[in-house]
């Protein structure tokens, strides 16, 4: 992978936008309660210059990559998740991959997506449509991942993953997802908030979550603040007496290495291999969906991919 430069950073402000990128992973009121606080204001900026995104597709695509991050807030090891929307609106769909150790990567169907006019409001869901969104688990010790599908109910990510735990799962469940931007249309603050309330809780535990999330604040605009975020969770959710369980970082990061793109090339066709050879053009651009990291083969390298895979014919 390859991360494009932000204009006008330097490394210094690099690292110290880096150094709060957290998930904040919690339990309230006793365990009854378990949630996980995301601050994500810099892996939605370096997510929007690599992929290249305008403020309506940053939106979108940030909002399921805090959301992807929330899902896999619960998993260990090397287990993973993925977070997948079919739709008919002029978004089409995404697919967004987040893992144990914090790290979340993902793409758009459509950049840009295609829109008649500028939105007027926040109000997402005539971009999405009739759809689908389901969460897939890819866990170390399973023999097959499981996958939960849910239709869209909302055009809305952060409602619609609640209704798919609910549907799904029967786990009362709460996200709220949040991009803020600044009058320039840079990213200012991106945030999630993730609560699900356990099996055996009282009635009454849910009813005074849903009062405590009414009243907070954008998760947006505390990110792009000052405000410490275990402050701002000590504060809000004092009644339920929260207890922080850890603090990793996380960071939009994906795996993809010029070396595997190369093994790809290799299981091309013989008559595939030998028309790009041949006819380029040069050099061989290919692609990672994930990252948008663009990776180049020369002449020489594809005469040699070709020599190698017409003698194994």
């Known amino acids: 992978m390859k991360k494009k430069p932000i204009p006008g950073e330097n490394v210094k402000d690099r690292l110290k936008a880096t150094e709060k990128d957290r998930l904040y992973r919690f339990l309230l009121s ?7 606080l995301v601050h994500g204001t810099r892996l939605v900026q ?24 929330l899902v896999a807030s619960s998993l260990k090891g090397e287990d993973r998740a ?6 008919s609106g002029p978004v089409r769909g995404l697919v967004v991959e987040a893992n144990a150790r914090g790290e979340v990567r993902g793409y758009l169907q459509k950049v840009p997506i295609p829109v008649a ?28 991942p499981f996958t ?3 239709p869209l109910q909302h055009g809305n990510i952060a409602q619609d993953l609640a209704h798919y735990y609910l549907a799904s799962e029967q786990i ?15 990213v200012a603050g991106a945030g999630g908030l993730f609560l699900q309330v356990m099996p055996g809780a009282a009635d009454t535990i849910a009813a005074e979550l849903e009062n405590i999330v009414y009243r907070l604040p954008s998760l947006g605009d505390v990110c792009r603040g ?3 975020m275990e402050d701002f969770l000590q504060a809000h959710f004092k009644a339920l007496r929260p207890v922080l369980l850890d603090k990793p970082r996380v960071a939009f990061f994906c795996s993809c290495r010029r070396e595997g793109v190369m093994r790809v090339l290799r299981t091309l066709p013989v008559e595939d ?35 190698e895979r017409l003698h194994q014919t």
């Open 30 to 36: 006793g365990g009854d309660v378990r949630g996980a």
């Open 46 to 69: 370096e997510m929007r210059a690599n992929h290249e995104l305008g403020l309506l597709e940053t939106l979108i695509l940030g909002h399921a990559y805090m959301g992807g991050l």
């Open 82 to 87: 993925a977070l997948k929307i079919e739709c």
């Open 117 to 144: 006019k500028p939105p007027e409001d926040f109000n997402l869901s005539p971009f999405f449509g009739a759809g689908f969104i389901s969460v897939t688990r890819y866990l170390r010790d399973a023999k097959h």
């Open 148 to 150: 939960g599908k849910v």
């Open 172 to 186: 009362p469940t709460a996200f709220s997802l949040s991009v803020k931007f600044t009058s320039d249309g840079d």
């Open 226 to 228: 000052k405000e410490n």
């Open 273 to 307: 291999l030998k028309d790009m050879c041949e006819n380029g053009p040069y050099p061989v651009e290919l692609r990672c969906h994930h990252c948008n990291t663009v990776y180049h083969v020369n002449r020489d390298e594809m005469q040699v991919l070709y020599l």
